[in-house]
């Protein structure tokens, strides 16, 4: 077969396993469900090798293909198709996407084995992965459209999973509505495009840029930051990502799989795919680089301070993206893609991981309530410390390399730049404090009740079902972790899942490492060859200090964590005491929800009620209305009386106006 | 023969059929009167293609013919229709939907 | 000679015309219709239609009149007068009628169009022929002839629905009830084969009425 069709194939298996879940719904038993979706995405994964490896056997210069299948609209110089574009930066995206998703896939099978909406679960999430594979396959911005918003629709649907939770439903609302305004940005900034170039193909438009614009125009800036705001909003970069700690309602897969590894990261893809468009902004690129700072460290931040488990995995995620769209932004897009790969392998198996501890703790996600799982949890527990050790940046675990490669990228540009070098290491040593500090407190100390009765053999259910996030008592219709769950321990298809994510996190590191191993530079070159930092070389005196850097900061700060956590736990209370202040802010979130809440939704309601109560009522009903209402009353009762119901009246009125319209023409004529 | 007179028979068979429309109450009749009209302009038709030596005028009216088979059979439908119903078959009577 | 053809031709037509409107029985003026048709397919041959002619006589002469005559016959076609309606109509009748024939006549007569008062344009050969309408159908006006079709089928299955029997329709109908059912024929009965008679409906009563 050839590429195209492989590449249409990785399209068409989602979908069909999505359609088939869906209308198999009533009759599917058991864990068939599961397999059918997996399936799937194996195949589609196995249909992506394929594509890696057809497009690997055309020339170099010649790796970006285009396959159109059908035209959607071609009139007043809008070309809308429903192309593919086939290059190696879409392709890495789908061996991503598709790999975690297998695994993620395999996991869920166990995982949700004893929710009652399995089957809509599988349905879901392979909805899900064919919209991020139509985002991330799409040949044009109309295409690009499509998969961002169906992405968006996934993610809320799936958050939303356990529908008859109240905070998980609020959750899905609010990621939905912050990623429609990121869609519409990515719409008006389409907008702008077509306006300037003509055209919505990928390889049209950037190919048409250089001539339409100049370098740091107007329009091209505006075009760019629009774009941004779309991707800031799926990437949860400040002021955008306060739907991301909320949606980690959803069940843990969907965490792993949407809000850490995939859908989260197209931010990331868009700014890398549209890097030429970027490049010729570089005032969009500093407000790139300056978010990717910012939600860095503030993410960082609440990281140390949240207690709840996956919240905490879910800043940390904020906080790696962060990295990734600091580095896109500042143009060295192989590393900022090369973090995007590995952080999807540890962040999946943390958050697997951690699925595991929910699952023994019955539900309930608070640090505070944990400790002391490490020996009854030999397997989850390593998992965990892989998934830490990768993501604090520790040689020789994958995330070392990732990291590291984005900051040497970032010191190596100079100029203005050291604020981000500087505030990356800075993030990198929070890193491995947050990181630690959950691991010490979930694993090490006294056993909590939970993990004594693990101990004796016995899993330990909740006598009553209480939502996790505000302690409400639920009815048992929302299904986990009901009377049969399992932990990730205990079942061979989740450990297979975290096995493999832990071996690539561990190991994935070798693809690219400075003077050494470049494969993710050289398989990237066709698609980045024409940016400004591809390829550039890294001084070897930076290299060796960043290096060092990294690995002291890191051992640094899981130094801190164990001091505090471990070595004397009473001294944490301690300093947060102390720092009370900045505890505060960052406990709150700083106050994110509350200024947007303050600055945005109370105007608006006070608008809308003001609109309701006062233009509606009075100007509109009373004044506006009233003439129309009374002339239209008036004047149909008058042509009412036409409407004698004969048929022959009718016939007349008709042959009479013909005879009239002949009429006219003659005296004309 | 000059091709006004055929435009001449076509006009008047066209009036008669409107005439026989605006004057019978029997939906038989006014779709009888209804096919006199639709050929009344089908003899235009054809007379114009002559007039050219073109075809199209033809093929313009094979297609007035299928339509008019169409009316034909949805109009004879409704009219068995009422029938079944028990109504009057008279297009006056039938004046349900006055306003 | 083709001068006296048209003038037999032409007053047959107008006078089947005249014949569907003053005869007060529907069934004589369907057949005077037919009478109609036919004068006017003599017409259209004098035009060189030579195929619209055939299919006028077949398809309209034949097949239509035929529905007609069957729906006159069912419906039963009661004799009515002419004209007997709202005040308004009876005075507008005539003015649209005569403005409408007027107008007509001027328009065709009256025109500047020069060619009118001519025979018409040199033919090529084979003008009208059945191979000559059947190329222009499937190559040009290829689309418009598949429209014409559907709508045809559309027209068709609207026929049988608007027809159908239906439960409850109205005052003489048979209400559905389990006595209709039982006595209901046994399945397989009223079907081709029984009607072309080579299998035995074992225990079927035959109840010529349906």
């Known amino acids: 077969m050839s590429l195209q069709t492989h590449a249409w194939l990785v399209l068409a298996f989602p979908l069909a396993g999505t359609i088939l879940l869906g209308l198999l719904r009533p009759v599917l038993s058991g864990k068939k469900a599961g397999a059918i979706g997996t399936l799937a995405i194996l195949l589609a994964f196995a249909n992506g090798v394929a594509a890696v490896i057809k497009l690997q056997e055309l020339p170099s210069e010649s790796r970006e293909v285009v396959s159109s299948l059908w035209t959607y609209a071609n009139t007043g110089g809008l070309d809308a198709q429903l192309s593919i574009l086939i290059d190696p930066l879409s392709l890495l995206m789908v061996l991503i996407v598709a790999g975690v998703s297998t695994l993620i896939h395999l996991y869920s099978v166990a995982y949700l084995a004893s929710d009652e909406g399995y089957v809509r679960f599988f349905a879901y999430l392979n909805f899900f992965v064919f919209s991020m594979l139509v985002l991330v396959l799409a040949g044009n911005f109309v295409l690009l459209i499509v998969g961002w918003a169906l992405v968006g629709a996934a993610s ?37 495009l077509l306006g300037a170039t003509g055209s919505v193909d990928f390889l049209t438009v950037f190919n048409e840029a250089p001539q339409v614009f100049n370098s740091n125009d107007g329009t091209l800036v505006a075009a760019c930051l629009l774009l941004m705001v779309g991707a800031f909003a799926k990437s949860a970069q400040v002021p955008f990502h306060t739907w991301l700690p909320d949606a980690m309602e959803g069940p843990t897969p969907v965490s792993a799989l949407i809000h850490a590894a995939t859908m989260v990261t197209a931010g990331v893809y868009l700014i890398a795919r549209m890097h030429p468009l970027f490049e010729l902004a570089p005032t969009a690129q500093v407000v790139g680089g300056i978010i990717g700072l910012l939600t860095l460290l503030i993410a960082a931040t609440i990281g140390l301070v949240v207690t709840d488990l996956k919240r905490v995995i879910a800043y940390s995620t904020m906080s790696q993206i962060g990295y990734m769209i600091m580095a896109v932004s500042s143009g060295i897009y192989v590393s900022g893609l090369f973090h995007l790969m590995t952080h999807a392998f540890f962040k999946a198996l943390l958050f697997m991981a951690a699925g595991s501890v929910i699952g023994a703790m019955a539900g309930e996600q608070s640090l505070n309530r944990m400790g002391g799982f490490r020996k009854v949890m030999p397997i989850t527990y390593a998992c965990f410390i892989i998934g830490g050790l990768a993501l604090s940046g520790m040689p020789p675990f994958s995330g070392f390399f990732s990291k590291d490669d984005i900051l040497l990228g970032i010191g190596e540009l100079g100029g203005w730049h050291w604020i981000l070098y500087v505030g990356g290491y800075i993030g990198a040593l929070m890193t491995a404090i947050y990181t630690f500090r959950m691991i010490f407190r979930a694993f090490h100390g006294d056993p909590c009740e939970e ?12 006598p009553e079902h209480r939502n996790p996030a505000d302690g409400t008592l639920e009815d048992t219709g929302v299904g986990f972790p ?45 698609t980045f060859v024409g940016a400004k930092h591809f390829g550039v070389e890294i001084d ?41 202040g900045a505890h505060k802010l960052f406990a709150n979130k700083w106050y994110f929800d509350e200024a947007i809440d303050f600055a945005i939704v109370r105007p608006f309601a006070a608008l809308g009620r003001f609109g309701q109560r006062t233009v509606e009522r009075v100007v509109v009903d009373g004044g506006i209305t009233a003439g129309p209402v009374s002339l239209a009353r008036v004047s149909s009762a008058a042509v009412r009386s036409w409407q004698s119901g004969l048929l022959r009246a009718y016939a007349a009125a008709i042959t009479f106006g013909a005879a009239l319209v002949l009429l006219y023409f003659l005296l004309q004529g | 023969m000059n091709i006004s007179w055929y435009l001449t028979v076509s006009a008047i068979i066209f009036t008669i059929g409107a ?44 297609i007035v013919m299928v339509v008019a088979a169409c009316e034909v059979v949805i109009g004879l439908g409704l009219i068995v229709a009422i029938h079944r119903r028990g109504l009057p078959v008279d297009a006056d009577e039938l004046s349900e939907l006055r306003g | 000679m083709s001068a006296v053809i048209f003038f037999i031709a032409a007053t047959g037509a107008i006078a089947g015309a005249i014949g569907v409107v003053m005869l007060r029985n529907p069934f004589y003026g369907v057949l005077s219709l037919v009478g109609h048709l036919l004068c006017l397919a003599a017409l259209f041959l004098l035009l060189n239609a030579e195929f619209l002619a ?95 079709s559907i709508l045809l089928l559309v027209a068709a299955v609207g026929a049988v629905g608007l027809a159908r029997r239906r439960r409850g329709f109205g005052p003489g109908d048979v209400p559905f009830d389990s006595a209709t059912i039982a006595a209901a024929p046994p399945k397989g009965s009223g079907t081709m084969a029984e009607a072309a008679g080579d299998r035995a409906i074992v225990g079927a009563p035959r109840n010529e009425s349906r």
Not at chain 1, 549 to 575: C, D
Not at chain 2, 24 to 43: G, Q, T, Y
Not at chain 3, 60 to 80: I, K
Not at chain 3, 127 to 139: D, H, K, R, V, Y
């Open chain 3, 54 to 148: 055939a299919s006028q006589v077949i398809i309209y002469a034949g097949a239509v009149m035929v529905l007609y005559v069957f729906v006159v016959a069912y419906v039963g076609g009661d004799s009515e007068s002419l004209g007997a309606s709202p005040g308004f109509l009876r005075l507008m009748t005539p003015l649209v009628v005569v403005l409408l024939l007027v107008e007509l006549l001027i328009a065709t007569l009256g025109s500047g169009l020069k060619a009118i008062g001519t025979e018409g344009a040199p033919l090529p050969d084979g003008f009208g022929s059945p191979a000559a309408i059947g190329e222009a159908l499937l190559t040009t006006y290829l689309l418009p002839f598949e429209i014409a």
């Open chain 1, 156 to 192: 809320y649907l799936l958050i939303s999973f356990w529908y008859r939770r109240n905070t998980a439903t609020k959750a899905g609302i609010k990621a939905f509505v912050i990623n429609v305004l990121g869609d519409v940005g990515i719409v008006l900034g389409t907008i702008l």
């Open chain 1, 540 to 580: 070897t005196s930076l290299l060796l200090f960043g290096m060092g850097l990294g690995t002291v900061l890191g051992l640094l700060g899981i130094w801190i964590a164990w001091t505090l956590y471990v070595k004397r736990p009473g001294s944490a209370a301690a300093i947060e005491a102390r720092f009370a």
């Open chain 1, 482 to 526: 009901g009377s049969k769950h399992h932990i990730a321990e205990r079942s061979v298809a989740m450990t297979i899942a975290m096995g493999v994510l832990a071996f690539l996190a561990t190991t994935a590191g070798v693809l690219q490492i400075p003077k050494i191993s470049h494969v993710m530079e050289n398989f990237l070159e066709p």
């Open chain 1, 451 to 462: 993990a004594k009765s693990l101990e004796a053999g016995r899993l330990y259910h909740a």
């Open chain 2, 19 to 62: 005439a026989g429309i605006l004057t019978k109450r029997n939906p038989l009749v006014i779709l009888l009167c209804l096919e006199l009209m639709l050929n009344a302009a089908n003899l235009s038709l054809i007379s114009f293609s002559r007039m050219w030596g073109n075809e199209d005028g033809q093929i313009f009216a094979i």
